[in-house]
């Protein structure tokens, strides 16, 4: 019991990233034992979630654009998935918030299966047609935003220094050439992982931009969570203020305390364009953390 306990407060004080590849390997490991004792094919048991190929058989499992994402063909195919996501999951949790980074997450994972589902049946992509699964998509959008948004950050691979862009565009190439391979076995796979790309690179270019694009499922979270809280957890809600009450927001929150703000925020991104994210000092680490946090 006490076990059990310890386990279930380590996964509570653990970050997102690492929540998140917990339940892909519960899923993983959940489905194959069902799979040994029942004798079932796990394939078969995974069928009503994974993502099909047509969409007129999509349209009886809705659900599965966002569920195909947390499950996988096989041991490699997870283990290479998660390790992708807590590595570069890293560099997002250490600018943005978590809810952020779920964001990304999910979305690029239903990115991927919408570019999967409109390429499968607009275009004669392959001989062999098959139904997709796995977090490929959502793990590629977390790169590609990341290698997009700070793009000079340099890693080191062995005894290499590389650029956070170098590493991601050598992905986003082999993809694409192994798509250009005749009747390649893992085409849905590839479509999956352009489709999470172009999500990542989109989202990462407009919030530089100063637009968030993931606002409005960030909200969606909030309403979902709030369904499972108990009226004290709910945040208060104030349904109108007085004169008095707008006049003291305005004095503590004057224009030019925002416009300081986002200058600083400015300046910090363009050392990070510049110089990489590693350039930064603790302090502007911390600030531009604590920003994230607060969009």
Do not use: C
């Not at 006490?2 to 279930?8: E, K, T, Y």
């Not at 220094?161 to 192994?178: E, K, P, S, T």
């Amino acid at each position: 019991m006490a076990g059990g306990n310890n386990l279930a407060y380590q996964f509570k004080m653990a970050s997102v990233a690492v929540k998140v590849i917990v339940i892909n390997a519960l899923v993983f490991v959940g489905f194959g034992l069902v799979a040994l004792f029942s004798g079932m094919e796990k394939f078969r048991l995974e069928l009503p979630f994974v993502l099909p190929y047509d969409f007129s058989e999509y349209l009886t499992q809705p659900w599965s654009i966002l569920t195909y994402s947390f499950f996988h063909s096989g041991i490699w195919h997870i283990l290479v998935n998660m390790y992708m996501l807590f590595w570069f999951g890293r560099f997002v949790l250490n600018l943005f918030s978590p809810k952020r980074f779920l964001t990304i997450y999910l979305l690029g994972g239903i990115a991927g299966g919408i570019f999967f589902l409109l390429s499968y049946n607009l275009f004669p992509l392959s001989a062999v047609a098959l139904p997709v699964v796995g977090a490929s998509g959502a793990v590629m959008a977390i790169m590609v935003f990341m290698a997009t948004y700070a793009p000079s950050t340099e890693v080191r691979i062995f005894t290499f220094n590389l650029r956070l862009w170098h590493i991601v565009a050598f992905f986003v190439v082999l993809d694409l050439l192994r798509l250009g391979t005749a009747q390649h076995q893992n085409t849905g796979g590839l479509l999956v992982h352009l489709g999470g790309a172009i999500f990542g690179y989109v989202y990462a270019r407009q919030l530089l931009k100063g637009k968030d694009i993931g606002v409005w499922f960030e909200n969606i979270m909030d309403g979902v969570a709030n369904l499972f809280k108990t009226r004290k957890q709910r945040p208060f809600k104030k349904v109108h203020r007085t004169k008095a009450t707008q006049s003291k927001t305005k004095r503590s929150n004057p224009t030019e305390g925002k416009d300081d703000h986002q200058k600083k925020i400015d300046a910090i991104l363009d050392k990070i364009g510049k110089s990489g994210y590693e350039s930064l000092t603790k302090a502007e680490k911390d600030y531009l953390f604590k920003a994230g946090k607060d969009n």
